[in-house]
């Protein structure tokens, strides 16, 4: 239930930013539809930001004390952004901070080729997010090169194509009830300037008319519709193509050789559906959920004051969005506020976009070496910074709780279960580090496991069949020897555990041990 309650909340807010940001009709001398696709296709510019989210507690509820801890740490949270600069779509920069009730966390980030580059202040060395072609195969070594290529395309055909899909959206949308819009004069970046305010307003309880209003519209556009679907087939049948072009479906292909072919079919099950949905749409509403239908009041709100110059380019912007959660619903919280505050200058004159030294190597987040797990990144950090406070402390991201419920023997375990050898419980090795977010590494030569943990520097090795363990070069004697079962090594859960600096508990009823480190 608390999962449905916070989807059906961010549902509901991310449905209002879309009505709103997505366009809307003219207004006065205004055409606000044009000034939200303008500013989608500024190519270059430099700007600012500041975003907070604020929370307040809901008196009727009293909160878990770990509950509390965390809405004291993060009621009031801010990122401020004070350098933002795009050199053209597929270049930019970020200079800022994150701060919460305990401290302040500058950052730095760069965009170059959908590649993104996080220099975070207490992280020993820059943090890489690699594209797509990276990331859905850990190396993008990994994917035949047309596909790569393929796929970096599409990246960059997605940028340019965005002012052309807005504008769908921007043609259809109906305003809402509260917009207006005049002549005001502003400052941005210290530059007086005559600006077109835009200020609109919308509520919970107008959303289903502005959806529906849309989706009227969106079936009248036919033209429009079809340029919209053209644009998409245009960007993702390539690729399409180069995934499939060693195991084509026939059913499929015609589809991806011939557009018109591919835009008409979609285009007729797209108004199919549309007008089913239109003519169930206000039964679908009053038999909606009562818990679903109390969102949709004047308690949700956004509010925006958008300053458009005459090339329809929003320089200035400071919106709100607020929704209070019904009484004893929200787990002890009553209301959630986000403000933003948004300017923009030297707009498509030439910017460089800052750069991030990586001379010095850098942290892969889904790089060829596997998976960076949060202890791996902890264990990156110095240990005196803010972020490694934040993580550690204040959000524990290393804390670890791990059931395992122990086999009679190993005849039963089929190799994942640990069991029980004459009171040691013996649990295979690969998946308790792993689950520890530690490495391990099998020498067959040697027989021998060496687990390494990166939070405490800890180097484990045991050798099957041995009674001896050393921890960090140490040697110390183990209950039981290490053994193969099946091609999986097990070892006693106390010394794979407790040399990674957890604890071990045992809960008789059930028959599980319990691994837990904080």
Not at 96 to 102: I, L, M, T, V
Request: aromatic share 6%.
């Amino acid at each position: 239930m608390r999962t449905k309650r916070w989807n059906a909340m961010l549902s509901l807010v991310l449905v209002g930013i879309l009505v709103l940001l997505a366009g809307c009709q003219p207004v006065g001398n205004v055409d606000v539809g044009k000034a939200m696709a303008g500013s989608l296709a500024v190519k270059s510019s430099e700007g600012k930001q500041t975003v907070t989210l604020e929370l307040t507690p809901d008196p009727a509820v009293t909160m878990t004390p770990e509950g509390k801890r965390m809405f004291d740490l993060f009621s009031k949270v801010k990122i401020d952004i004070t350098e933002m600069k795009m050199q053209d779509q597929l270049h930019m920069s970020l200079k800022g901070a994150f701060e919460y009730q305990k401290g302040r966390v500058p950052f730095e980030l760069v965009m170059s080729d959908m590649n993104y580059t996080l220099k975070i202040e207490g992280a020993k060395k820059p943090i890489v997010i690699r594209n797509g072609a990276t990331a859905m195969n850990g190396s993008a070594a990994e994917l035949p090169k047309e596909l790569q290529e393929q796929i970096q395309q599409l990246s960059k055909k997605a940028v340019e194509a965005m002012p052309s899909l807005t504008s769908f959206f921007t043609r259809n949308f109906p305003n809402p009830s509260k917009i207006t819009a005049a002549e005001v004069n502003e400052t941005v970046n210290g530059e007086a300037l005559t600006l077109q305010k835009i200020h609109a307003e919308i509520y919970g309880n107008e959303l289903l008319g502005l959806v529906k209003g849309f989706l009227t519209n969106v079936l009248a556009d036919d033209q429009g519709l079809k340029d919209f679907i053209g644009v998409l087939y245009d960007l993702y049948v390539p690729l399409l193509k180069e995934v499939t072009k060693e195991n084509a479906d026939e059913t499929l292909t015609p589809y991806l050789n011939n557009k018109s072919l591919a835009v008409d079919f979609i285009h007729t099950f797209l108004k199919t559906h549309l007008e089913q949905v239109l003519k169930e749409f206000d039964a679908s509403v009053e038999s909606m959920d009562p818990e679903a239908k109390a969102w949709l009041s004047e308690s949700l709100s956004l509010k925006t004051d958008l300053y458009v110059d005459k090339d329809y380019i929003t320089r200035k912007s400071n919106t709100e969005i607020g929704f209070m959660l019904p009484q004893g619903k929200g787990d002890g919280l009553k209301s959630v506020k986000i403000t933003s505050a948004y300017e923009l200058w030297n707009v498509n004159k030439p910017v460089q976009a800052a750069s991030i030294d990586t001379a010095g190597g850098v942290i892969e987040l889904n790089g060829a070496e596997g998976r960076l797990t949060p202890s791996k990144f902890v264990a990156s950090l110095d240990p005196n910074s803010q972020l490694y406070k934040l993580l550690k402390d204040d959000l524990g991201v290393t804390k670890k709780n791990i059931d395992m419920i122990v086999e009679d023997s190993k005849e039963f375990s089929y190799g994942t279960l640990p069991y029980n050898d004459n009171g040691t419980i013996m649990v295979p090795a690969r998946f308790v580090v792993e689950e520890l977010d530690a490495d391990v590494k099998w020498d067959e030569a040697t027989k021998q496991v060496t687990v390494t943990d990166p939070l405490s520097g800890a180097v484990l090795v045991l050798t099957i069949g041995s009674n001896e363990a050393t921890v960090n070069g140490k040697t110390v004697q183990l209950e039981k020897p290490a053994i193969l079962v099946e091609g999986v090594t097990y070892v006693p859960v106390r010394a794979v555990s407790e040399g990674l600096g957890a604890k071990v508990g045992w809960e008789q009823e059930t028959q599980t041990v319990k691994i837990t480190r904080d």
